[in-house]
């Protein structure tokens, strides 16, 4: 039986705070579960929906070996409120590789927390351009939430 939107919603607070803290597979585990109670119901499904794109970031980030190193410090550092840390970890990989969506979206996330929004639109934009995915991760971002009605945002996520 199907569970009520307001518990798999915690759930996907839950499984979305394991993911930021680097408990993949935990995570991972959560993300399945949430998936498997979608329904016609719109607002079920579009938590599903949201579930699902976490669970194809944690397989892309898998298939690639990037889950860990030098953008889980970012997280990390952001999670902390060290910010200017994190800004530091990711200027460096944003200069020493190309950039891929994960990294992206963390300047993205940086930038934005350290004021400078025009250049966190800039690296949003660039991340959905490399990964659709990342549109719902931001449209849902709690870092965002005060971007809701900003017509930027608006037309980088839609």
Same mark, same amino acid.
């Given at each position: 039986?199907?569970?009520?939107?307001?518990?798999?919603?915690?759930?996907?607070?839950?499984?979305?705070?394991?993911?930021?803290?680097?408990?993949?597979?935990?995570?991972?585990?959560?993300?399945?579960?949430?998936?498997?109670?979608?329904?016609?119901?719109?607002?079920?499904?579009?938590?599903?929906?949201?579930?699902?794109?976490?669970?194809?970031?944690?397989?892309?980030?898998?298939?690639?070996?990037?889950?860990?190193?030098?953008?889980?410090?970012?997280?990390?550092?952001?999670?902390?409120?060290?910010?200017?840390?994190?800004?530091?970890?990711? #200027?460096? +990989?944003? &200069?020493?590789?190309?950039? @891929?969506?994960?990294?992206?979206? *963390? /300047? =993205?996330?940086?930038?934005?927390?350290?004021?400078?929004?025009?250049?966190?639109? #800039?690296? +949003?934009? &660039?991340?959905?351009?490399? @990964?659709?995915?990342?549109?719902? *991760? /931001? =449209?849902?971002?709690?870092?965002?939430?005060?971007?809701?009605?900003?017509?930027?945002?608006?037309?980088?996520?839609?």
């Amino acid at each position: 039986m199907n569970k009520d939107i307001e518990s798999i919603k915690k759930e996907l607070t839950k499984a979305i705070s394991l993911f930021r803290k680097k408990k993949i597979d935990d995570s991972l585990q959560l993300f399945t579960s949430i998936v498997k109670n979608d329904s016609a119901d719109y607002a079920i499904s579009e938590v599903c929906n949201r579930a699902q794109s976490y669970i194809n970031i944690i397989e892309n980030l898998k298939d690639k070996e990037k889950v860990g190193g030098d953008n889980i410090a970012v997280i990390y550092h952001l999670n902390e409120g060290n910010v200017k840390r994190a800004q530091d970890i990711v #200027e460096k +990989l944003l &200069e020493s590789k190309t950039p @891929d969506s994960l990294t992206l979206y *963390l /300047a =993205s996330l940086v930038y934005f927390q350290n004021g400078d929004k025009d250049k966190s639109m #800039e690296y +949003l934009k &660039e991340t959905i351009s490399l @990964d659709k995915e990342y549109r719902i *991760l /931001a =449209s849902n971002e709690p870092d965002f939430s005060s971007l809701k009605e900003d017509g930027d945002f608006k037309q980088i996520i839609e």
